[in-house]
């Protein structure tokens, strides 16, 4: 069974950071696509940035360009989200999303809320 578990919200003042943690499970985890998407209130779910599961390439969207670094740890299973320079813009729930290769099928994980915020 694919779990996605994401940790790590929180509220947040403008130009602070957090880290997000995707921890997975029930698949290859080397052998999957993993994202971070977010989803604002009233506003559709966006694509955030993407880390490829042969050698790790990424992919940001233009708005978080400079400021967020996706990571993964393959021996822990885990994809990261580093966000730094906050602005309230941020301000969105953040899923974690799996593309296994093997059958293209996609798995999103519950999501984690984060505020920024004075």
């Known amino acids: 069974q694919v779990q996605l578990v994401e940790s790590g919200g929180g509220l947040v003042q403008p130009g602070g950071s957090l880290r997000l943690s995707c921890a997975a499970s029930g698949f290859t985890f080397s052998r999957a696509d993993m994202s971070w998407y977010r989803q604002a209130p009233g506003k559709e779910r966006e694509l955030v940035a993407i880390?490829?599961?042969?050698?790790?390439?990424?992919t940001y969207a233009d708005s978080v360009k400079g400021r967020f670094t996706i990571s993964r740890d393959d021996a822990k299973n885990t994809v990261y989200l580093q966000m730094n320079s906050l602005k309230p813009e941020d301000t969105a729930v953040y899923y974690c999303?799996?593309?296994?290769?093997?059958?293209?099928?996609?798995?999103w994980g519950q999501g984690t809320q984060v505020t920024v915020s004075s």
């Open positions: 880390i490829t599961s042969t050698g790790g390439s990424t």
């Open positions: 999303n799996a593309l296994l290769r093997v059958n293209l099928r996609n798995y």
